[in-house]
């Protein structure tokens, strides 16, 4: 019997194990590596006004973005509930509790992004979240996932089918002959503003 892959990843974040992952990635550590890591990212000539997120959960990312820029307008969608409601208790952000592949909205996005939210997507799937990223976006689209030059399955908290490594950047590029505008790494191990290994590839749209 074939797995079905996004609905098993799908239950997996929508429930019990999305509502541990606020627990763990909820507090003051984490929004401060944030806003050290977007201070980097989104720079004030990009002159970006908009930004959706694909997998936003509580808003940790959005939230720094708007201690940084409080201009800019945010959006984030997520398939967990409570990390929605705890979203839009911020008041920072248009909230939207979907799934990633459903979602669908007639605006576009200065910049689409994600952040610790493809290495989750079933490898078949992929495409469907890149044609999100690629049709929302107006200009920039910020990938910041686990690197791997090779796709590489791992194991998840000891789960088989939830983690998986790969150049999402690269994909990116070549299916849309996108512009490759900046990228970096940011060390776990950074002893002021950690972050969790994370490569990140700012990318551009062709005019």
């Not at 997120?53 to 800019?72: H, S």
């Not at 940011?186 to 002893?191: A, F, G, P, R, T």
């Amino acid at each position: 019997m074939v797995k079905d892959l996004k609905k098993q990843t799908e239950k997996f974040w929508s429930g019990s194990s999305g509502n541990q992952y606020i627990l763990r990635t909820n507090n003051s550590e984490h929004l401060k590596s944030n806003i050290s890591f977007f201070k980097r990212v989104i720079k004030k000539k990009y002159k970006i006004k908009n930004i959706l997120e694909f997998g936003c959960n509580i808003g940790l990312n959005l939230e720094a973005i708007n201690y940084i820029d409080k201009k800019i307008n945010l959006t984030g969608v997520d398939i967990n509930k409570q990390a929605i409601d705890v979203l839009k208790s911020k008041n920072i952000a248009n909230a939207y509790k979907d799934t990633l592949y459903n979602f669908k909205t007639r605006k576009k996005f200065d910049l689409t992004f994600t952040k610790g939210v493809l290495i989750h997507i079933p490898p078949k799937h992929l495409s469907e979240i890149y044609q999100k990223l690629f049709n929302y976006s107006n200009k920039y689209i910020l990938i910041a996932e686990y690197f791997s030059p090779k796709p590489t399955k791992i194991k998840y908290r000891g789960f088989s089918d939830l983690l998986y490594k790969r150049d999402f950047a690269k994909d990116l590029i070549k299916k849309y002959n996108m512009d490759l505008v900046d990228y970096g790494f940011v060390y776990s191990l950074d002893k002021k503003n950690p972050l969790d290994d994370i490569n990140w590839f700012l990318l551009k749209k062709k005019v």
